[in-house]
């Protein structure tokens, strides 16, 4: 139904919004964007989320992307804003996660004149400085496009494209009326649309996999990458997995999709490896391994290994729009929406195939023979190389992993930031494979998780969330728990304290590459911070007073920072070093 009531500008932006499920805005205030504040505070289904800086809101709203399956839209002043969104527009780009960013731009009447945050072509040209990590670009000049430039600027904004869009619009084209009669009422897309949005599958391709290789007796695994990792596609690669009985491993940035404590789990491959995953997929034992949805990028390799395609069958299927660099591959993917595979492979028939059953009583054997390997790393479970500096009692931090895994429900979304804590958790975390397990892979900014479990928390408020971090990442964006705290975000930050950037601190120490005053951090008190800005906090010092807290965090409705002191200690993550040194 046509409607009769005059819309500005901001308020279309706005409508489109709601028509597309988005129900938080992540931003910072300012003055180029009055009018879009205005229309957002009068909206009935969007909220607005004020961060404390445009790179912790575009964080945010990439949280919010990843646990909805919706898109992420944050917004600010163009000029210094959008300079701000910059961090966050590189780390979403190289992850895929549909992004929108809406920028304020000044007067359109002021621009090429001087005018104070001219961030157009006439003063520091803003869109050419993201053109290249964003899929779109919309200057609205016209009130009169209004319709057609939000269409242009949302139709790839979903887990099919994953494309990222930025819109500039002058704040005094935001105030202007869209006159009845302009299709106001029209929005580009109705509820729930964005999760209809999938590739098919490969039907053809998929029979063939069947036919020679899953159906057959024949030693087969699957690893799976980031575009396998959502909770309707786990659910239905787990009913795969036990129907044909196929090991799974991950990729980092797949962790999450299948559940590590199963039969099947082989655990995570390449960066941060386990032992089994290592073992079963860098031999020669593999008669095919099945890839879907993995870039196969240098960290989901082992540093582009040979080992991972040697001896065996490599067969890669993909829905990516954008073709990832694997030149070090010799195979051609297979175009195939993953999810929608994996739930063809859960309807195939095997009951013309008298051939099965021996097939499965073969490979549960060899199943049970590969699960002779453990999945962590022998060597990093024995205390003898537990040496932690000038410190041998500080905690060793896969100890602490563990005890966070035993502890908080199963069900938490686990939001993990870049450090030697990454390493850490990737390891030791045994992931309960629902899709809820959540890094910024590529780019991997640190402090990105901070503020992305902030999104995600809101994306899926009825999931425990905790936030697993560094004190070199606190240093970086830490004032976003003011945020979390400002909104009463139920997020439990575990902060990993060693006083280091322990990566390249580890460096310094063993090997003398750079002097350790580059890695060395102030011990700072990060629950004293905390305490000073709202958030509940608490310091842990010996591994038995984790217990205690963890349960009051979980049970204290509010964000709640936990501290944890531990050393510096060589990080799990053997296999990719070794695979890093050969010729």
């Not at 006439?122 to 993201?130: H, K, L, M, N």
């Not at 196929?246 to 999450?256: M, N, Q």
């Amino acid at each position: 139904m046509r409607s009769n009531v005059p819309l500005n500008v901001s308020k279309v932006v706005v409508k489109s919004l709601e028509s597309a499920g988005i129900d938080h805005v992540f931003l910072v205030p300012g003055k180029l964007i009055y009018p879009l504040l205005n229309a957002i505070d009068n909206s009935p289904l969007v909220r607005g989320i004020v961060g404390a800086h445009e790179t912790g809101s575009a964080f945010m709203a990439d949280g919010y992307a990843r646990a909805s399956r919706k898109f992420g839209v944050c917004a600010g002043i163009s000029g210094p804003g959008t300079m701000n969104f910059v961090p966050g527009m590189a780390a979403a780009h190289a992850d895929r996660i549909p992004m929108l960013y809406i920028a304020g731009g000044i007067s359109s009447r002021s621009e090429g004149k001087g005018a104070f945050q001219d961030a157009t072509s006439g003063g520091i040209f803003e869109s050419g400085v993201v053109k290249s990590l964003v899929t779109d670009i919309v200057e609205l000049k016209n009130k009169e496009n209004i319709q057609a430039e939000m269409r242009r600027a949302t139709d790839g904004l979903n887990w099919m494209r994953r494309a990222q869009s930025f819109i500039s619009i002058p704040v005094d084209v935001q105030k202007q009326d869209v006159l009845p009669g302009q299709d106001t009422a029209r929005q580009p897309y109705a509820h729930g649309e964005f999760n209809a949005c999938e590739v098919p599958a490969n039907r053809a391709a998929l029979d063939v996999l069947c036919d020679q290789y899953l159906l057959q007796p024949k030693k087969v695994a699957f690893l799976i990458g980031s575009r396998g990792n959502d909770a309707e596609t786990a659910k239905v690669l787990l009913e795969v997995a036990e129907k044909f009985h196929i090991p799974v491993a991950t990729t980092l940035s797949g962790k999450g999709a299948f559940p590590e404590e199963h039969a099947l789990a082989l655990g995570v491959y390449g960066f941060s490896s386990h032992s089994r995953a290592a073992r079963v997929i860098n031999s020669d034992e593999l008669d095919a391994l099945v890839v879907f949805g993995c870039d196969l990028n240098q960290r989901d390799s082992m540093n582009w290994s040979g080992k991972l395609t040697g001896g065996k069958e490599l067969l890669i299927f993909d829905d990516s729009f954008d073709s990832p660099a694997m030149g070090h591959i010799a195979r051609q993917q297979i175009f195939s929406g993953i999810g929608a595979s994996f739930r063809l492979l859960a309807r195939k028939g095997t009951e013309d195939y008298p051939g099965f059953p021996g097939t499965l009583q073969r490979r549960k054997a060899w199943v049970a023979e590969v699960n002779r390997t453990p999945l962590y790393d022998p060597q990093f479970e024995q205390l003898a190389v537990r040496v932690s500096g000038d410190d041998g009692a500080a905690l060793y931090p896969g100890d602490v992993v563990k005890r966070l895994c035993s502890v908080l429900p199963k069900d938490s979304n686990v939001v993990v930031d870049s450090g030697a804590h990454r390493i850490f958790m990737a390891h030791y975390w045994l992931s309960s494979g629902i899709g809820n397990y959540f890094s910024s892979s590529s780019l991997a900014p640190m402090g990105w998780a901070i503020a992305a479990g902030i999104g995600v928390k809101l994306a899926a408020p009825e999931r425990p969330c905790v936030v697993v971090t560094g004190d070199g990442c606190m240093m970086m964006h830490g004032m976003e728990i003011q945020t979390a705290a400002r909104y009463r975000v139920k997020v439990i930050y575990v902060v990993l304290n060693n006083a280091a950037h322990g990566a390249i601190h580890i460096d310094a120490i063993s090997s003398g590459s750079i002097s350790e005053q580059f890695t060395q951090l102030p011990r700072h008190s990060w629950s004293a911070f905390a305490s000073s800005i709202g958030v509940a906090a608490r310091a842990v010092e010996q591994i038995d007073e984790l217990d205690d807290v963890l349960n009051e965090a979980c049970r204290y409705d509010g964000p709640f920072l936990i501290e944890v002191m531990t050393g510096v200690f060589p990080a799990p993550n053997r296999y990719y070093a070794e695979a890093e040194t050969c010729p």
